[in-house]
């Protein structure tokens, strides 16, 4: 899949890049990466008048004035003179630049004409490295046009001449750098993805992390994948199969390639049968009977074992895992797994296999099959560095609601002597490698200024006991932020969450200029008592300046807003008793509706709607939206601004915010008018 080389690097991902790796070949292991043999093509040089013509178009069409349909049918002419050059012009360095030009700007006509004229070479010019840009170029010309009414027959009729050239010899493109990608946009092509989809394509270690520690189902279903549109699943499931009935004889030399095209398997996700039949092959498993239920061959279980401990192959196999029907994952897991989890989860490769194997635990049976083999070995598996297996175990008890307890005492055994007081617990886990890697752990203090591990389940007992510097350290950690905001989130009672955000008084106007900060200051906001939210925001008008410089600090004052708590730091500053008054009102007017229609009167807090069922929370927070509505004051929010283009904010894996565009300042008085028609805009379009 084009990976790039392996990196050894300790820490919460374990050895390997999650990205991937060019496969190693290793002292331990005994299997060697075979490789299959290229056919070399020789490219013939395109003769002078043609490439002074392209040369001209090139001019041409790339001037500021030529209007669109001049410019379609200019593409659409000089796309005719390629006729029986096509190989020679998308494999020129130069001219391929034009061509893919060319093929974003023609009609569709064209295009297809383009394509089919081609067909017959398109493997040859996708394994080039200008061909491969070109032939990309021209099936996300394609994928554009799907958008258009009346176009699927010739859409069809092209991705049929181009599947046709593939499966005559898919081997020799599945295994070219530049092939590979280009079959990947075919597939994705063929199964209505955007071509450039990030859930197909390598994913960065944190955002596959992040992906394995959620809590949501594991096994996403045929519309899992995002900004899905017309496909061909006839032409998807044709392909795919052709390939592995071409690909069986040179299985194992595919199973070890380094561009590992086989991943292509994801794209039938929703296609069970078909996963049935595709995954067996791919193990390696030939001549098997489905029909009795045995998919897996226990005579290549062995082979299976150390092959996961292959780069390329560790990568293949997280995605079987992954998109595995439940009753082929059960024989992998009880077949290749069973009584080896420990073994695999110490190799720097098969650590992130078992990582992806618990993340997508089907049942509370899987849970136990894992954690007895498992279950003891938290403190060797964070002394080796690999604390994303531990993770990954724990987020499936949580999500499968098996095995919770005794993770967490588990953890709390491999940070925590008996005889040590609580308040070790969370620093230790905050700092696993600073801990870990220390000679003398019984000495080991809060290493200040050092990384932070990115995930932790709250301990509510070691948590509160933070000091107060200590507290103001993890807030400020990009990571360590995410603690605080999840154990603000979690089901812990709303004292012993103040307890905490009384700890950062005098520091909010700090965090709030913070990109990651600005999220800490709304959880805490969210969970405060009336008094504490005053003092967060008289904390942050000392830094009105400044906040209205940043990116998060209009974002921040916004994002109250749309959720019914408006924090009007203008009306604070001119009339505070006002401002006081509002909000004690609030809480009183939840309590009286509340108690109107029959429930309990329930002192305001953000956690108030813990242990409900989801649909019972969304209710609640509708019956909040409505009576904050009324409760809106008709003064303007303070330091109204111009929309920016991006709606939002979004907080990447690393921890980084992307901002919600340029901050622009108005005075109160000249916007009053425009305020109110922009906050009843908002509410008509919320309702």
Not at 36 to 58: C, G, H, M, N, W
Not at 287 to 304: M, Q, T, W
Not at 564 to 587: C, H, I, M, N
Not at 657 to 685: I, L, N
Request: contains cysteine; glycine residues 6%.
């Amino acid at each position: 899949m084009g990976k790039k080389s392996m990196k050894k690097n300790k820490g919460v991902n374990g050895d390997r890049s999650n990205s991937g790796g060019i496969n190693e070949t290793k002292n331990n292991s005994n299997h060697q990466e075979p490789s299959l043999p290229q056919t070399s093509f020789l490219r013939k040089q395109v003769d002078a008048e043609t490439a002074k013509y392209f040369s001209e178009i090139a001019n041409v069409i790339e001037g500021t004035e030529v209007d669109l349909e001049e410019r379609s049918s200019i593409c659409g002419n000089a796309l005719e003179e390629t006729r029986g050059k096509e190989v020679d012009l998308a494999t020129d360095y130069i001219i391929s630049h034009t061509l893919q030009t060319l093929l974003q700007g023609c009609d569709l006509d064209h295009l297809c004409t383009f394509l089919q004229n081609s067909s017959k070479d398109f493997p040859r010019i996708s394994m080039d490295k200008s061909g491969s840009h070109v032939a990309e170029t021209a099936l996300r010309s394609l994928a554009a046009h799907l958008q258009e009414s009346d176009t699927q027959s010739l859409i069809e009729a092209t991705l049929n001449d181009i599947c046709q050239a593939i499966v005559a010899n898919p081997v020799e493109v599945m295994t070219n750098c530049h092939g590979s990608h280009v079959l990947r946009s075919l597939l994705c092509l063929c199964k209505g993805m955007p071509l450039d989809s990030s859930d197909f394509h390598s994913k960065k270690s944190s955002a596959a992390l992040a992906q394995r520690l959620n809590f949501k189902s594991s096994r996403s279903d045929g519309g899992g994948f995002q900004g899905m549109q017309l496909g061909f699943p006839d032409m998807l499931k044709f392909l795919v199969s052709e390939i592995l009935k071409a690909a069986r004889k040179d299985i194992e030399m595919l199973q070890v390639d380094q561009y590992g095209s086989l991943t292509a398997l994801k794209m039938l996700v929703g296609y069970d049968q078909e996963l049935l039949h595709a995954i067996p092959i791919i193990l390696g498993c030939n001549g098997v009977d489905a029909s009795e239920g045995n998919l897996i061959d226990s005579n290549v279980v062995k082979r299976l074992k150390s092959l996961m401990k292959e780069a390329a192959f560790s990568h293949l196999m997280e995605v079987i895992l992954e998109v595995a029907p439940e009753s082929l994952y059960n024989e992998i897991i009880t077949k290749a797994f069973r009584n080896s989890l420990f073994e695999m989860s110490s190799h720097y490769c098969g650590n992130f296999v078992v990582q992806a194997l618990i993340s997508n635990a089907r049942s509370e049976d899987h849970v136990e099959l894992i954690w007895k083999e498992l279950g003891t070995k938290f403190k060797d598996l964070f002394g080796m560095g690999k604390s994303g297996v531990v993770a990954s175990l724990i987020a499936a008890s949580h999500r499968l609601n098996s095995h919770e307890h005794k993770c967490c005492q588990a953890l709390i055994s491999a940070v925590c002597m008996e005889n040590e007081p609580p308040r070790c617990i969370v620093p230790r886990i905050l700092f696993l490698d600073s801990y870990f890697y220390s000679k003398d752990k019984s000495n080991w203090d809060w290493p200040s200024g050092a990384r932070m591990h990115e995930f932790i389940h709250a301990f509510i007992s070691s948590m509160t006991s933070l000091e107060e510097d200590h507290l103001l350290d993890t807030t400020k950690d990009s990571g360590g932020a995410r603690v605080i905001e999840a154990f603000l989130n979690s089901n812990a009672s709303g004292k012993q969450k103040r307890k905490l955000v009384v700890k950062l008084k005098g520091h909010f106007g700090e965090l709030s200029v913070l990109q990651s900060g600005s999220f800490t200051v709304e959880k805490c906001f969210d969970v405060s008592s009336v008094a504490l939210r005053e003092v967060i925001v008289s904390e942050m008008l000392a830094v009105q300046a400044e906040l209205s410089k940043t990116k998060q600090g209009p974002h921040l004052l916004r994002k109250l807003d749309v959720d019914g708590q408006v924090l009007f730091l203008y009306w604070y500053a001119k009339r505070p008793d006002e401002w006081k008054s509002r909000q004690t009102s609030r809480e009183s007017a939840y309590n009286d509706f509340f108690s109107t229609f029959g429930h309990k009167i329930i002192k305001y807090d953000a956690s108030f709607t813990e242990n409900r069922p989801k649909s019972q929370q969304e209710k609640l927070k509708d019956m909040r939206k409505e009576i904050d509505t009324h409760l809106t004051p008709s003064a303007p929010p303070f330091l109204a601004h111009k929309p920016s283009k991006m709606s939002g904010q979004k907080r990447h894996s690393d921890g980084n915010e992307r901002g919600a565009g340029k901050f622009t300042k108005h005075t109160m008085e000249d916007d009053v008018g425009k305020s109110k028609q922009k906050s009843h805009k908002k509410r008509k379009h919320d309702g």
